[in-house]
C-alpha cells in the first residue's frame, strides 16, 4: 500500500505538481465539557488553601467574599507556549477566590 502511494505520488512530482506533506496539528475541542469540574476543583483547592492560612492565624474561613475566573490555558504536554503539536494537553484555570475570615 505504502508503495502504491509513493508511486502515485512520484507520477504527480513528475507532472510538476507541488506537494508539500505538513505535520498534523491537533487542537483541543472539548472545553466546555471540562470547564464545569475545573471551576470545582479550582475552588476546593482555594478553600484548602484558604484553611491552612487561616489555621496558622488562627481563624476561621468564611463564604466566598469574591471570585474572579481567569481564562483557560491549553498547551501541549510539556510545552511552555503552543498547543497543536502534540496530541497530549494540559488545561490549566487560574481562579483568585477572596474569603470572609471569622474569629
Given at each position: 500500500?505504502?508503495s502504491?502511494v509513493?508511486?502515485k ?15 498534523p ?6 472545553l466546555?465539557e ?15 488553601a484558604?484553611?491552612e ?7 476561621k474561613?468564611?463564604?466566598i467574599?469574591?471570585?474572579q ?8 504536554v510539556?510545552e511552555e ?18 474569603f470572609y475570615?471569622?474569629?
Amino acid at each position: 500500500m505504502v508503495s502504491e502511494v509513493r508511486s502515485k505520488l512520484d507520477k504527480l512530482i513528475a507532472q510538476g505538481l507541488n506537494i508539500k506533506n505538513n505535520a498534523p496539528s491537533y487542537h483541543f475541542t472539548k472545553l466546555n465539557e471540562i470547564k464545569p469540574a475545573m471551576v470545582k476543583e479550582a475552588t476546593t483547592n482555594a478553600r484548602i488553601a484558604a484553611n491552612e492560612f487561616a489555621a496558622n492565624a488562627g481563624v476561621k474561613v468564611g463564604g466566598i467574599r469574591n471570585a474572579q475566573q481567569g481564562g483557560f490555558i491549553i498547551k501541549d504536554v510539556g510545552e511552555e507556549y503552543g498547543d497543536t503539536k502534540s496530541i497530549e494537553k494540559e488545561v490549566r484555570l487560574v481562579t483568585t477566590i477572596a474569603f470572609y475570615l471569622t474569629d
